[in-house]
Structures are given as C-alpha cells and as structure tokens.
C-alpha cells in the first residue's frame, strides 16, 4: 500500500490494460504480415534436396546453416544475455535491464524479418529466410538494444516498444541506403549498428532530459553483487565478439580474418583501459563501470574493417586507442553530456559505442581506401569489395570515400529519426515513471520483498540511502 | 548444533553413508556395462579413415561431428546451465538446483547412453556411440530434470537418483515405442521428452504430497538476486531451444527450418506471455515467474512440428498461443492443482511443460496429418516422413493420427511410471527431509555463514520470516 | 578516509602510475612485435581463393575455419568466464577473480600468439596465424590462469601481469619441447596446461608464502551468492571441457572421438566427488567447494589420451579416480600443504589441475604404449601417432616412455621457472597488499558502497566477521 502511494504520486505508470494491449495487437499484426510475407528461403525448404542438385552443392554441410549457424548462436546471446546482463549493474533495476531488453529484442527481431526481408530478401512478393536472417535479425535489434542504454531506468516498457518499432524501421531504411545504395562494406556494424543505434538513443534520452533525476541518484549506482552480474554481460560480449564481426561476413577467408582482427583489437582494448581507468583514478583504483563497458570498444571499432586486411598490429591499434577514448569518455564526457548538453546517458553508450562507432566507420573508410590489389590478390579485391556489375568502376579511394559517407548519412538518420522518435515518446500517454521511482524495479514488477531488502528504502523511502 | 537439533527433528536425513554408497556403487555398474557395451561408432573410432572411404564421403567435415557439435553443446548447457539456473530462484535452495540437477544429470547422461544404446545404436553385441548418442543422452536426462523440477525442495538427492535410474528407463522405453513402432516424428520431444517428463514428475509429486508444505511456505519465495540468477537458466534455455529442436533432424534442409521455426515461436510467446502477465495481475504489474517460466513454452510447443513446413507464421501462433496458455496456467492453475488436486508443482512444470508439451504433440500431428508432396517435393516429403520400407503406405492423414496415438502413449506412460516410481520414493529410507526444512540447502549442504544471511531463519526458527 | 589509512598501514598498493606504465608499454610493445612479425595465415588472407584450389579444396567450408571455431568459442568461454567466475567464489574478490583474469587473460593471448608462433608458425620471417592458434593462446593462457589460483587474492594486478610474461614464455619453450623434441601427443594438455600451470603457480605461491594470511582468514571464505556465481564458472569449464580436449586434435575421428571420452569422465567424476565430498564430512553434508572444484578434474585427467582410443569405459574410469583423489586432495592434502609446507593454495589447483593432470600425463603414457594396429587400424595407428618421417621407427611402448618423459620435462620446468619467477614477485616493488588486506577488492577496486554491505567489515576493521 505504501509502495503504491508512493509511486502513484507523480505519474500513473499503471500497465494492466495498455502494455497488454500493445503486445497483443502488435503480435497479432506480426501473424497478420508473417503469413502474408515470410516462407522459407531454398536453403530451409523441404524441396532442398532438389535445389541443391541445382545449385550445385555436392554435400549437405554446403547448406549455409552450417556456415553461419555457430556464429548465430554466438550472436544470439550477444543480444539476450550480453547486453541484458550488461545493464544490471544497477542496483534495483536488475528486472527491467534483462526483462525489459528481453521483451523489445523478441519483438524487435520479427520486425527486423519483415522490415530487412522487404528490402533485402523479396522475390515473388515473399520473403524468403535462412539462417542469415536471423543474424540480421538480431543485429537490428542489436541497435535498439544499444539506444535503450542510454534511457535505461527511466522508460516504460510501452515506450521501450515504440521506441523499437521506429528504430527497426530506421535502421533498416539506413542499412538499405549503406549497403545498396553507396555499396559501402560493414559486415561489423559500426555505422548501421553501432553510430546509428547510439547517436539515435542519445538523441532520444536528449528529448526526453528529466530535469530532476537527481531525486532518484541514490539508485542510479551499483552494489557488490550487481557488479558481478553485469560482468557476465560483458564477458560473453566480449568472447563472442569475433562471432559478431565475422557472421555474415563471406565464407572462408573474410569470416576467418574477421574473427582474428577481432580478438586481437579486443585483446588490446583491456589492457588500455585498465591503464587509463586506474591513471584517471586519484587513488589509482580500478573502476568497474570502465571495465565493463570500455573493454568492449575495441569490439565496435574493428566492426567495419574486421573482414578487410585491416592485419593483427592494425588491430591492435585500433583496439588501444578505442579503449582509451571510451575510458576518458567515461570520466570526462559522460559528465558534460549531461551537465552541459542536458544527455542523460544511463549507459554511457556515448563512450561504449557512438565514439567507437564513429571511430570504427573512420577506421573502414581508410582501410577500403588502402586497399590494393597486391595485398588482396587479384580475385580477392574483387570479392572483399564485390566490385563488380555497376561498381566495376569502383577504385578503393573512391570506395573510401563512399565508406566515409556512410558515416554522415548514418549520423543524419540518427539525430533525425531519433528526435522524431523522442518526440513521440514524450508524449504523456505512455506510463513513464516519475523521476523520484526512475532505476527502480517496484514501478513495473512484483519485486520480492527480501528480508535484508535491495528494495528497502521503496518501502521505506524516508530513510537515507548511503549512511 | 542449533542447525542439527532443529533439522533432525522429525525425520533422518543424514546421507554420509547412504548418498555415496549409491554413487559409488552405481558408478561401478556404469563402469563395468561400459566396458561389456559401449565403443566408439565408425565415425569417432580411429579405423575412420578406412571407413570414410567405404562411406562414399569425401571429406573429413562429413563427419557427423561437424553436422551436430555445435548443437550438442548448446543443449548441454540447456541441461546444466539452463535447467540448474533456472531453478536457482528458490531464495535458500540455490545449492540444491544447481548441484542436485548437476548430479542427477551427470548419472543419468550415462543411464542414458547405455539404454538408448541398447535400443538404437545396437550392432554385433556392442553399442557404437557417436555425437548423435551424446545429444540423445542429454534430451533423455531434460526429461527428468523437468520432472526434478515438480519435487524441487522436497526430495533427497537419493530419491533424485532413483528417480533418475527409473525415468532413464521408463523414456527409453516410451521412446522406442514411438519412434520405433509407431513412427512418429518428434526430433524436439514434444512427447518424449516434455509431455512425458512432465507428467510423469507430476504423478511423482502426487504421490509424494506432503500436507504440511506451509510449514515451509516462507522459503518457498525469491529473493531479489535468485531471481537473476534464474534469469540465467532462463536465457541460456531460450536462446538455445532452436539447437534443442534442431539437433537431431536430418541434415540440411530440416536442421534449417527447425531453427528457424524455433525461433519464431520463442519470439511470439515473450509477447503474449508478457501482455498476460500484466493483464492477469491486479496492480498490472510484470511477475518474474511469468517471465521466467512463460516465455520458453514456445519452445516446447514447436519441438514435434518445428522440422516440418510449419512455416514462420504457423510458429508465430503456435508460440503466441503457448505463452498465453502457460501463464494462464502459472496465475490459475497452479494453485488449483495444488489444492484441490494435492499436487504439489514447485516450479509449475505443468504450465512449460505439460501443457505446451501437449500442444506440441497435438500441433505436430495437425501439421504431419496435412502434409502434402506439394508443400514438401517429393523427394522432400518422403524424407520429412521416412515412408520408405514398410512404412511406403503410409499417408499424411494416417502420420497424423499415429503421431496423436503417440501423445496418448506417452501420457500413459507417465502415469503408471510416475505412480510406480512415486510409490518407491515414498519408502521411508531415502532421507527426505520434513516439511518445515524443505526448499532449505541446510539439509544437505555445508552452507556459509553469511553476516548478512539468506540463511538466517534456519539459525533463529523463531523469527518469522516476513515482517 | 577510513578506508585509505587501513590499507595503506603496511605496504604501499597505490597503483595509479605503475599499473597504467606496464599496461601502455607492454601494449606498445606488442604492436611493433604483431607489426614486425605476424600476419594472417593462408586460410584467413584474402589470397585464400587462390591458395584454395592450390591446397586442392573443393570447398569454402573446408577451411580449417569451420573446423574449429565452434570449439574455439568453447576454449574462449572457459578462459574468460570458466576461470574468472570459478574465482568469484571469494565473498570480497569477485571483482579481482574476474577483473584481473580478463586483464591477465587478455595480455596473456597476445604475447602468446607472437611465442607459440615462433616455436610452431614461423615461415620466411612471419608467423602467419589462423584460428588454430587463436586456441593454442587460449590454452596457453589457460596454464596462466591455473597459477593464478594458487595466489588469487595475494597479489597485484602488476605481479600477475608479470608472471603472465614470464608463464607464457616458459610455457612455450616446455611445449615446443614436449611436441617438437619429444615429439609427445598431449592435445587435451594434461602435461602442457595443467601440470606445468599447477605445479608452477604452486611453487611461486610456496616462495611468495605470507606467515600472517590467518589475519585475512575471514575473507577466505564464500558467502551464499558468490558459490552461485561460482557455479557459473563450473559448468561452464564442465560443459565445454569436450571442446577443450577436442580443439586442435586431427579433423575427423580424433576430435570426434576427445569429445566423447572427456564427456565421459567427466560424467563419472561428478558422482565420485559427491560420493566423496559427502563420506568425508562427519555430517555428511555436501561442500561446494568440492563439487565446484573436483568435478573438473575428470576434464584435466583425460586431457592426454582423450584423442586416442581410450573407449568410453576407460574414460569412466579414470574420470570416477580422478574425482575421488580430487576430493580427497581438498580435505586432506590443501590443509596439511599449508600448514607443513607452507604452500598457501587459495583455490586448491593442487587438487584440481596438478594431481589430475599427473594423472592425465601417465594415462596417457599408459594409452600410449599399449596402442596396437589392430585396435587403431594401419592408416589411423599412424595418424594418431603421427609415426611418420624419422618417427617412423617409434614403436608404441616407445611413444610410452617419452610422453612419461613429457610429464618429468614439464614438472622441472614448473618447478624451476616457479623459482624464479616466485623470486621476482617477492621484490617489494609490484604494489601487493598487506597479509591483512588479502581477498579484499577494496585494495584495487572502486567497490560500491553497500547499504547491506558485503564490504562492511572494511569501513569497521574493528567488527568481528563471524558473530
């Protein structure tokens, strides 16, 4: 009763009519589209057997599945556990971090089928679908899931829902104009995931600046043990990277050489950021939100050029200089974002994976202009930058630049769409908490009520939190 | 000595003499059938190379391991992350799910081998055993970590052994009957492995009822951080159910589409389960155990059909309806078994398992019963089905009741082999504890004194455990 | 203020200029040694279409690649969340387990890939590097993360930097000693990983031994949560121990084969150790140290013969002795090497990795010489033991006695390469904690100041731990 009144003070954050609503009819909408549009691709049709006599496969493991199924599982988890885990350093709000990213990533990913399947799997007014849809899938969402880092704690799960419809939709409309239109390589996602899904959600949580978040500060921490549950999120993030980077890269040699570039630009990240987070430090202490978060940039940084013949050193050096600008980012930016630019960025995705990102888009532009043919071969210039049909005229300069234009055009569509986006979130009608109950389980879950309480001072909120 | 006084009360669960007699002694037996039956099958045995040559295949990859590893080892974390994690939600009973479930799975993988050896893998007098085998072994052990999941808190883990040695043989048994004389298809195990886990481990918990549960009804909650720590269980099962259901259809074509449908359904059932989760609680508020539990029926609703053309948009219903129907079970059904029907279900396997696993079983032979050879090819179609042999007359429409007389068998089988295994478990000589220590590590394991103590009840029994 | 003056009583710990200085300069170095030396083998650089069909392969999916990647994966889940969470089981280091694993770790792969590379993949003046190597730097730094155990909560992140430097260095000559000039068999690195890891962390941890550790004896210990964290890492090693062994055996039946034997012991060893882990206790109650320790030591056991024809029964075997000496080892040898020679083993590697992999190197010697044509077949008995160019002479009694030679090799390295790094660590210069404030992540880390606090006995030196 008391955590009732309590809550219901400033804001009717009441679900029961209005979240069953949304999901129910957005699901029914998804059976709707799905049975109109989605049917099996050759590779996962009945009528394989015959098609593969034709296309000329002479084994069953030739199936792509068998190529790209691993690394699916890999990214798979990325998504749920990677970044749900990430988020529950907070110490109240372990709930919403896993179970709302849960539910946006589920729903998000049917979407992404049908947005990404219209533009790029359509014939015959089907979409057809394998296993690299899904990757696809997952790295849309992958975008939501960065965005919803930077308003975490502070959104309804109805918010959370619409935010990921329009960013799918986005998302998708940019990866088109990238990838088909100025024919730019970025098989690891720093532009179309990583630049666009932060400087999206930035631009969000910008619209939606809460002037008196302040109320719910003693929330917005850690304690011991929700430490230790976000450093399960950044280790699978961390190990299945070079899964990520290499999933839909092409067989052989692009998805081996992504992986390594990967690890190896991951490897380096750590020990840069554990310099700069102790150096940075007066007591020259190590900081576990620089761990968790800034030991991941190298990951972002290397998505575009991982496939290209970026070399092990290249690596290494793109993954020291991520990890050290996300750590400063840390200590330096994230408090001016939010005293200066009004940016509340519970994550602090500005420095995990919008400066990463845009270093990552920077790091591909260059390694395409760099490219020759001496240092691919012959055939393998041709099929790391398919420069054929209309493109045979492309020369790696000019493909650097369109790389470069990537970049701008995944910013534009970021700041743009994510001003819309927020404008519409900011709307009263979608359940939002209050700032004093922001970062706090209570408002949106039955929370078990502990005996030596994580959620103490819900019920107690006259008590102090830090004695 | 306070510990020991208050748990000896009412009945003797000293286990230093009974628990490793049974291990070792079991162990032993393992061993020595082992060394009677059990060698490697031609693929993982070192006369390979010569067979490979006589098996037409031209390549080391075309060994079966590269067609199923990376699937049987994502079950293999269902089974032991998944199911141990998930059950950790208990706020004294960590220890218990994860061990027990680690024990009863590591004996009964090993059971497991050797009976569905002796059923499938039989030849000369020898059992060969390959990757198949191993995922076989761990699908048969899920079946009885479902049912471990109905007398979660209440059982010895000498029962659990027992349980284990008879669920092992009654699954083998029911297995064979369906696979083998009735020719049904279940590669997810719908039937084999959820219908009849679950049912059986409800007969068991039938019989076991204790009518003085309440006395414990304090320990049977959460605490803030066994919940995430169930979340884990909970992922690590939904991301990996597409391998469950994938792992064992044939290669190509149908491993694809089992994912994919898998995935598809899962993706719907966090939805509906979410929305009803809000929809069926007063205050609107999300439940843990909904989402925890809900949101893999999905998976358990497509495990007989997800290799045939159920199509992505046939999943999306399937999961939607699953997730409905299971969270209607957890708000409703639950506490109406449990009073009315004595059937104490600790962590609601009715609701993700009976009843999806009926579903299942119910979907997969709708979609058998309308299988054409124009939706499969007839090439297809002949290998979704196997009608070779005598099986040649067989019609979709006859496939689709053989497949409904399998879900009939398997609830039969349940039945009696839960009754009969209940009333063994009942003996008094297996070390159960009594009603007011259940759902309470205490009992069998050495557990830390912690300050700030989850355990603190269990040293001051007076206190009341909620204020 | 409280805090600062405790910890800085004794010694100095301030690590803000030294940590960061290894840190960048090491890192540095590693680029100009990757710039110097290592590029992308022939499988993973973008000439590969034309190695391709000079290496006569008929298919993308035949590069090494899709071969192992998924169990590389595996390896790399172990080393980072295998090894650093199996650590968390400390109530005040988690963040130390899994901060200065992931830091070690991550160094500890790249100055790995530049020494095993010049030992094995050196041509023309480069080391070319695919994912094979990827899993030999995990394995190597697994052998790290071994030692670090003897001395988790004693040292500085900067020790544990520099005995990674020199381990990983060592580690690499015994290697090339043991594959190269003994020409051994050891893929699953019983002899390589385990027992040159083990007995090396145990003689550094005997020379850096600490006569007042009992003043931190309160720490020592596990709280309720942090034995689930610590599970996590468990059955992550216990899971994947099947890809560990399997990584770089042969394609084909070799890996087919390692995947089955070390299931199978490990399956075994789980039941000895509860056997044994509940006989030895007087109440007969289960410690978790045991089961989330001695569990693995089936995985270690079998590392040596996994890929040879140890058979399902002979895995069960030495799987159910190695669990029962395991445990024993935690009860009675880790206190009576503390107290009478002064081996101060935090987490039991002793019991865990160095008597398992003693076990493991003699099995394998054992496997070995009793290896006959008959059993392996005339092709496969070669390719097993690689007999070919001036092996061509060894017989399998032969091949026995240098892989016994293998194990003596890899203990005086230990031993020696123990010694003297020991003696490095014990120079006052590294920044490690007073004997007072071991096992306390305050002394490095930021810690969260808990309300509840798991910290609490930092702020209040004075409080008793144990009421």
Known sequence: MERQRHQGMAKNTYMRWRLPLVCLLWEAAMIVLFGVFVRFGAEADAHWEEERREMNLTSDIENDFYFRYPSFQDVHVMIFVGFGFLMTFLKRYGFGAVGFNFLLAAFGIQWALLMQGWFH???????????????????????????????????????????????????????????????????????????????????????????????????????????????????????????????????????????INTYCSLAACVLTTMAFSSMLQKKGKLDMVHIQNATLAGGVAVGTSAEMMLTPYGSLIVGSISGIVSTVGYVY?????????????????????AMPGLIGGIVGAITAAAATEDVYGKEGFMKAFDFTGVYQTRTPSIQGGFQAAGIVVSLLMAFAGGAIVGGILKLPIWGDAAAENCFEDGVYWEVPEDEESDVYHMHNPDKPASP
């Not at 994230?334 to 995990?352: A, K, M, V, W, Y």
């Open 121 to 259: 799997s359509f014939k015959d007014g089907k979409i057809l679908i394998g296993v690299e849809n899904l990757i696809n899938a997952d790295f849309c969402v992958g975008s939501v899931c960065i965005a919803f880092g930077a308003i975490l704690g502070k959104t309804s799960p109805i918010q959370l829902l619409v935010m990921t419809l329009f960013q799918v939709t986005l998302f998708s409309v940019n990866e088109y104009i990238l990838l088909n239109l100025l024919h730019v390589k970025d098989a690891g996602g720093s532009m179309t995931i990583h630049t666009f899904g932060a400087y999206f959600g930035l631009t969000v949580t910008r619209i939606l600046y809460r002037p008196n978040l302040e109320q719910s500060k003693d929330k917005q921490g850690s304690v011991y043990h929700s430490d230790l549950f976000a450093m399960i999120g950044t280790l699978y993030l961390w190990m299945y990277w070079p899964s990520f980077n290499s999933a839909i890269s092409d067989h052989g040699d692009a998805q081996h050489r992504s992986a």
């Open 333 to 353: 930016f994230t408090p001016f974002l939010e005293s200066r630019l009004h940016i509340q960025d519970t994550c602090g995705i500005h420095n995990l994976h």
